[in-house]
């Protein structure tokens, strides 16, 4: 059998109950075209659920023996609009401990992904400052360390977050450390701040930038593997 709630209705002006009197109504059903209160329709035990969470009306509702759609007149729209569901007290307790162990639940979930995004985290930076220290070996242990967790920010879209960042090419890995070279061993934020183009700028520091880069790659050697002494 198909189950047909009875509609109670918020009246848009005051309006008195036609059996028992009382009025003004917050809420009313219509019989006969004449308003009755709630309780007098016998529906004056039930609790207002206002609309809005989903979960909490379906299961406030499947646990209502007995329950009713609340609707309110919207004169612009020329229609009624559902503001919510009268149900049982029971029921909706019963709804509400239903979803705080769902919410408990999904919180419990966040927090475990949180942990294993976490310790993937930790993999990629920790990899990328193993691959740092590989291909620069005199590189300050660190700036190392302060280039990788830099480039492998999640969600920033720098060099360890990037495919080839992540497969530690060695192209990928070089290019964290000359930004981080650019950056911080040369003038090159100043001279933007000056004015400077941003391909002038980093062609006026690009030399510094592979002294740098030659220094920590090969340290005291000429980058042939001979004694620069």
């Given at each position: 059998?198909?189950?047909?709630?009875?509609?109670?209705?918020?009246?848009?002006?005051?309006?008195?109950?036609?059996?028992?009197?009382?009025?003004?109504?917050?809420?009313?059903?219509?019989?006969?075209?004449?308003?009755?209160?709630?309780?007098?329709?016998?529906?004056?035990?039930?609790?207002?659920?206002?609309?809005?969470?989903?979960?909490?009306?379906?299961?406030?509702?499947?646990?209502?023996?007995?329950?009713?759609?609340?609707v309110r007149h919207n004169r612009r729209r020329t229609r009624y609009e559902r503001q919510g569901l009268l149900v049982e007290e029971e029921a909706l307790a019963r709804a509400e401990a239903a979803?705080?162990?769902?919410?408990?639940?999904?919180?419990?979930?966040?927090?475990?992904?949180?942990?294993?995004?976490?310790?993937?985290?930790?993999?990629?930076?920790?990899?990328?400052?193993?691959?740092?220290?590989?291909?620069?070996?005199?590189?300050?242990?660190?700036?190392?360390?302060?280039?990788?967790?830099?480039?492998?920010?999640?969600?920033?879209?720098r060099v360890g977050r990037t495919a080839a960042g992540r497969a530690l090419d060695p192209g990928a890995v070089t290019a964290a450390v000359r930004a981080s070279v650019r950056h911080v061993d040369t003038p090159y934020d100043t001279l933007l701040m000056g004015g400077v183009p941003r391909h002038q700028a980093r062609t006026r520091v690009a030399p510094a930038i592979e002294a740098v880069l030659r220094a920590w790659r090969y340290g005291g050697q000429d980058g042939h593997g001979r004694d620069r002494g």
């Open positions: 059998m198909d189950l047909v709630a009875p509609v109670v209705v918020e009246p848009l002006r005051g309006r008195r109950c036609s059996e028992c009197r009382q009025g003004p109504l917050q809420r009313m059903i219509v019989e006969f075209n004449a308003p009755v209160c709630l309780d007098c329709a016998d529906l004056g035990h039930l609790v207002f659920l206002p609309r809005g969470d989903t979960a909490l009306t379906r299961r406030a509702r499947e646990n209502s023996a007995l329950w009713a759609v609340v979803c705080l162990a769902d919410a408990e639940a999904r919180a419990r979930r966040r927090a475990r992904d949180a942990e294993r995004r976490a310790v993937r985290d930790a993999g990629i930076t920790a990899a990328l400052e193993a691959e740092i220290l590989r291909l620069f070996p005199s590189i300050p242990a660190e700036r190392a360390r302060e280039v990788a967790v830099h480039a492998s920010v999640k969600g920033s879209g």
